[in-house]
C-alpha cells in the first residue's frame, strides 16, 4: 500500500478482530449484509447501513481528488468501493435498517446524498455500474446512472413520501421476525400525508361567499289608474 490516506479508510473498512462487530471477512460491508438479511443489529445495538455509506465516501474522495494514488492504489479503492457499493444495492429483508434511519433524516441525507455522488463520478463507473461518454478531449459524459435497488431503491422512495413499503416479510422465517421485534405487516413504513377536505366557509379560507339569487328582471311600473 502506497498511500497513507488509503491504509486509514482500508483499516477503519474492517473492524478490530474479536469485536462484537465481526461477521464474514470482518468488513463494514459484511456486516451490513448479515444485517439486511436477518434484520439483527451488530455491536453496539446498532446498524451498518450509515458507516458503509460513509466509507464509500471516503473510497470516492480519495478517487475524485488524490492525485498522489498509484494505480494499484487505486485498483483497491475500487475494489472496497464495489463491494460497499453491493451491500448497500441489497434488499432489506426485514425492513428493520430502513425503519432505523427513517427516525433520523441525518443518516437518511448520508446514505443517500453518498449513494447519489459515487453513481455519477466517472472514477466510480467501475464500480456502480454507470455509464459514461468520453470525448475526443477526455471529457467524461454521464450516458446513464446506475439505478438504485434493494436498500438504496425502497429509502429513497420513502424519503419522497411515496408510500413504498420496505420488502415483504411474508417469505421469512416468522421466528426470526418476531425475534428481531419487527412488525409483519407489509404496510408502508412511511405514508402520504393527505390533507383534510376543507369544507367553504370553515374558517380556514375566508368566510362562505354568500348565495346569490337569480337574476330577476325589474318590471317597469305601468301607469297610475285614471291618468
Do not use: C
Not at 6 to 31: C, E, F, H, I, Q
Not at 148 to 175: F, N, Q, S, V
Request: net charge positive; charged share 30%; glycine share 10%.
Amino acid at each position: 500500500m502506497d498511500s497513507e490516506r488509503l491504509s486509514l479508510v482500508l483499516r477503519d473498512t474492517y473492524a478490530k478482530p474479536g469485536t462484537s462487530t465481526w461477521r464474514g471477512n470482518g468488513k463494514a460491508s459484511a456486516a451490513l449484509a448479515h444485517e439486511l438479511d436477518t434484520g439483527e443489529r451488530t455491536g453496539n445495538d446498532r446498524f451498518h447501513a450509515v458507516d458503509v455509506a460513509d466509507l464509500l465516501g471516503r473510497y470516492h474522495k480519495l478517487l475524485r481528488h488524490d492525485r498522489t494514488l498509484t494505480e494499484r492504489d487505486r485498483q483497491v479503492a475500487v475494489t472496497e468501493s464495489t463491494e460497499l457499493w453491493s451491500a448497500l444495492q441489497a434488499p432489506d429483508e426485514a425492513g428493520a435498517i430502513i425503519r432505523w434511519l427513517l427516525g433520523n433524516p441525518a443518516r437518511v441525507r448520508t446514505v443517500l446524498d453518498v449513494a447519489d455522488r459515487v453513481r455519477r463520478d466517472p472514477d466510480l463507473a467501475p464500480a456502480t455500474g454507470s455509464r459514461f461518454e468520453t470525448s475526443p478531449y477526455g471529457r467524461r459524459t454521464l450516458i446513464a446512472a446506475a439505478p438504485l435497488r434493494g436498500l438504496l431503491r425502497d429509502l429513497g422512495a420513502a424519503r419522497k413520501g411515496r408510500g413504498a413499503a420496505p420488502p415483504a416479510t411474508a417469505g421469512l422465517d416468522p421466528t426470526r421476525i418476531t425475534a428481531a421485534g419487527l412488525p409483519t405487516s407489509s404496510r408502508s413504513a412511511v405514508e402520504p400525508a393527505v390533507e383534510p377536505a376543507v369544507e367553504p366557509g370553515d374558517g380556514r379560507r375566508g368566510p362562505a361567499a354568500a348565495p346569490t339569487e337569480p337574476h330577476r328582471r325589474r318590471e317597469r311600473p305601468g301607469p297610475e289608474p285614471g291618468s
